[in-house]
């Protein structure tokens, strides 16, 4: 349960707003969720509602709205690529395809081995250092971004930071 | 050029408090406490011209002047969900210059009479919020945030608050809807939040580049700072400067810059030596502008850009060659706005739906000319029908790419009259046909 494991953060976080604005904590509290279960599954609705004081189905409108929060199982890194406009005059989707090709998946799908899900993601405001993903896991987000304009990622150099990741 | 923004390009380390305060950090909002009246604070903005960084150029002083009189607690919320596609300057910003941002929002809580800001990032920006955190705790630290600020009786609290990724959270009363708990979507106007904004009370919502303005402008005065610029456009800019150019970046330009210079000499030109077919300077939402001599030499200014018909924005510039179709950009920019509609109003809801819809077809090759004027058709309906700037923003570039390049749209349709059954057979010729245009944005980075 969050409110054990978490107590001291929880408490931190609720301390931000005033008293009567609990259910401005819904969406730390729902990062927190998201990173400690990977999805956030309707018990979870009504543990994070419990502590910011509101109803299951109300921080289920909140999950609905957000594109970070996930209301449904992935693997266990989300491999969110952007497509959008500058990136893809970089050559994001060639990018974003051979990628998936080297992973064996198609976009939204998960690997044989339940360690990725390559997702696309609006865009992350890394246009100058497109192609660009991020990884969405256990530890939060995090993106990966070509060195410079003049050195854009390369899908080799994306499929070794996943293997690091995996390793790790 | 000592840059007074990216300050970081000339100081490389003054993203840590030691060094940020070697260079006169935190002066000013010492000076602003100790010296001046919130009202005077006010006044010296006021004076410098400053202009709203995060698209609508609002007058900065003027705003923080509206806040309605003897209503306490009042709020400072920073606008950092920057998500516009080509606008990466508010992360740059926080990632390698924190102090002064903090500076200027804290400059900016004691004009507003306010003892809290929120600052919120979006969700993406997870380790630059992580970091920011880590800057706030060093300010505390040293006294800069708490109670008492430099012995007064001024005391102030700054956190920040993750968005969960939202571009409509970037419109200012759907950033404070989200903050109350609640779905990021737009409220009705008026009430503003200088009467009414974040959990009912007054409330000043300023993007991040705008407050990092403001320490120049109170240590070097407004004057000093209305040397850059132009007169009703005064101060600099940072420029995100994205697509087919060479060197791809922010850039932190006098406003009233011309597009050349920024393209060629900070941006080194096309790759490839090819021309500039058109470009967007707010960003996705922008008015696509053919380029030509003329636009070239514009200077980029908000007076300047919107007698050209455009808007200057928060100056996200997005440079297309000339080998990119006009018809594929409408169908990226459309698909964005589409998945980043709220869905509280139906013209937005409805009509990003239908657009895309077209452009899918138009751009796979199905489409017939009527298509096209389909796509005008539903355009122009959503047009100055919508509750907020997205839905127009979703409809702007396409209907100044119909305007200006409608040879690209039209180029994807197949001429015949009556639809043939979708047989498969039948579809892959028109898709062959369609397949030069659609490969056309591939090469500049592929």
Known sequence: MLAEKYADEIQKILSRYPPEWKRSAVMPLLHLAQREYGQVTPPV????????G???TQVAGVVGFYSLYHDHPAGRRRVQICTDLPCALRGAERFGQELCQKLGVGWDETTADGEFTVEHVM??????????FQIQDETGIHFHESPAPDQPLTVEQALESLNRLKAQ | MDHILLRHRDIPDIHQLDVYLRHGGFEAFRKAVTTLTPAQVIDEVKASGLRGRGGAGFPTGLKWSFLTKGVYPRYVVVNTDESEPGTFKDREIIERNPFQFIEGALICAYAAEANTVYNYIRGEYWDAAAWLDECLAAARARGFIGPNVFGSAYSVEFHNHLGAGAYICGEESALLESIEGKLGQP???????????????????NNTETLTNVPYILQHGAAAYKQFGTEKSPGRKVFSLSGNVNRPGNYELPLGVTLRELIYTHGGGVPGDKKVKAVMLAGASSSVLAVTDDILDTALDYEAVAAKGAMLGSASVIVLDESVDLAWVALKTTRFFKHESCGKCTPCREGTYWMLNILERVNRGEAVKADVDLLHNVASQIQNKCLCPLGEFSVTPVLSSLKAFRADFDAHAKDAAPKPAPKPAAAKPAAAKSAPAKAAPAPAGD
């Open chain 1, 54 to 56: 509101l109803e299951p």
């Open chain 1, 123 to 132: 865009c992350v405001g890394a246009c100058d250092k497109a192609p660009v």
């Open chain 1, 45 to 52: 609705l009504a543990e994070v509602g419990a502590l910011c």
């Open chain 2, 187 to 205: 409220r009705l106007k008026p009430p503003f939040p200088a009467d009414k904004g974040l959990y009912g009370k007054p409330t000043v919502v």
